[in-house]
Nanobody, 124 residues
Framework: QVQLEESGGGLVQAGDSLRLSCAFSGRTFRNYAMGWFRQASGKERELVTAINWSGGNTYYADSVKGRFTISRDNAKNTVSLQMDSLKPEDTATYYC?????????????????WGQGTQVTVSS
């Protein structure tokens, strides 16, 4: 069974940076596509960024393009999200997600496995 555990959230000021990490266990990590989603209070969960099995293909939502960077380390079974130039509108719970596909996955419903989430709060 796949398990995902996020870490790295916190309270920061606008303009600051944070780095989220997601530790993957239970299966062969390189066989899984990964994504980061976020859910702000009162809003639907949305895709922030996604990465395919090799890291050679990525996707970013327009709202984070140029500020966030996703990466994965298949040797360490981790996927990371570097968040720079944070804005108050980035405040949300951030979730790591995985699915056993070699493709880049962009739909929330295609991800089978989810972490518990980590809170990111950006003050103005």
């Amino acid at each position: 069974q796949v398990q995902l555990e996020e870490s790295g959230g916190g309270l920061v000021q606008a303009g600051d940076s944070l780095r989220l990490s997601c530790a993957f266990s239970g299966r062969t990590f390189r066989n899984y596509a990964m994504g980061w989603f976020r859910q702000a209070s009162g809003k639907e969960r949305e895709l922030v960024t996604a990465i395919n099995w090799s890291g050679g293909n990525t996707y970013y939502a327009d709202s984070v393009k140029g500020r966030f960077t996703i990466s994965r380390d298949n040797a360490k079974n981790t996927v990371s999200l570097q968040m720079d130039s944070l804005k108050p509108e980035d405040t949300a719970t951030y979730y790591c997600a995985a699915d056993d596909s070699v493709r880049l996955l962009l739909s929330l419903t295609t991800y089978k496995y989810w972490g518990q989430g980590t809170q990111v709060t950006v003050s103005s």
